[in-house]
């Protein structure tokens, strides 16, 4: 009987199953070891790449807090308690959000959340004037230093969707949706306006001859601007095409060579590739 038998195979395929058994377990392990049998896991194929990267991620959420990924006071979209009807539909309309805090006299009076189906309902009864006051919501606050796995939870356990962050002196500090704390987990999740704000160039040319290319340009793409033929079969953008060639969530600086061109990586987190930077063979 072949050595190399699916026996054989399969005994191995086992012991994997059995070494995450372990990991999960109650035996004394510290994370660093549970992400690395993981990573193991990935190498031999047990697990996939955004399998492995959910897994990390949500192991991480318990040590992030809110002040890591909450959007800051200076970029949050606001509504004041006062503002004209003209403003409110302005802002509503050209921002996209559903959801927005409302202000008083200054920015860290928060009043509370008005939500655009609200102000939809307001106009759709027949009401013709504005005061948000009478639809305004409650809205959660929150300390910077609160745990994202924490505040999962108390938005699941609430069902909200969004919470304003204060600082030590109550002070508003930023913004922090329940998007904003799935995202460490799964990764970047674009809906039609994140769509519409991404850059159209995806691949740059450089002084030196290289080329910065960003992650999620398709293989298709990136085959017709150098005039190749990568597989698109399995692997649909250059990130997943170079993250295949690593065999593992590359860190910034690594690289790889792939059918004649460099691909060291320029950008990179701990669940994706963001940018690369890549020399032709030859240049």
């Known amino acids: ?25 109650g035996e004394p392990r510290n994370r660093e070891e549970l992400i690395e049998e993981l990573r193991h896991a990935r190498e031999n194929g047990l697990v996939d790449a955004d399998t492995l990267a959910m897994l990390e991620g949500a192991l991480s959420v318990s040590d992030e807090q809110v002040a ?14 006062n503002a004209s009807l003209k403003d409110v539909l302005r802002i509503v309309t050209e921002s996209g959000h559903s959801r927005f805090p409302v202000h008083g006299e200054d920015k860290d009076q928060v009043l509370g959340l008005l939500l655009a189906k609200d102000l939809l309902r307001h106009y759709a009864n027949g009401h013709q004037e504005l005061d948000l006051r009478l639809m305004l919501r409650p809205m959660t606050l929150i300390p910077e230093s609160k745990k994202l796995n924490v505040l999962l939870k108390e938005f699941r356990n609430n069902r909200t969707h969004m919470a304003v962050v204060v600082d030590e002196y109550g002070g508003v500090a930023g913004l922090i949706t329940i998007e904003d704390v799935l ?33 999620l340009t398709p293989v298709e793409d990136f085959n017709a601007h150098f005039r190749v033929s990568f597989d698109t079969e399995s692997a649909d953008t250059v990130g997943g095409l170079v993250t295949q060639a690593f065999g593992h969530l590359p860190e910034h600086g690594e690289s790889v ?27």
């Open 257 to 283: 060579e792939i059918g004649g061109f460099l691909f060291e990586v320029a950008k990179a987190d701990d669940r994706r590739v963001h940018l690369l930077r890549v020399r032709p063979g030859g240049a």
């Open 183 to 215: 995202e460490q987990i799964v990764g970047d999740i674009d809906d039609e306006h994140d769509a519409e704000d991404k850059p159209e160039v995806q691949i740059t040319p450089q002084a030196d001859g290289a080329f910065a290319v960003q992650a």
């Open 68 to 81: 890591d990924v909450m959007v800051p006071r200076a970029q949050m979209v606001w509504l004041a308690v």
């Open 1 to 25: 009987m072949n050595e190399d038998s699916p026996s054989s195979s399969g005994s191995v395929q086992r012991s994997w199953l059995e070494r995450l058994g372990q990991a999960f377990s």
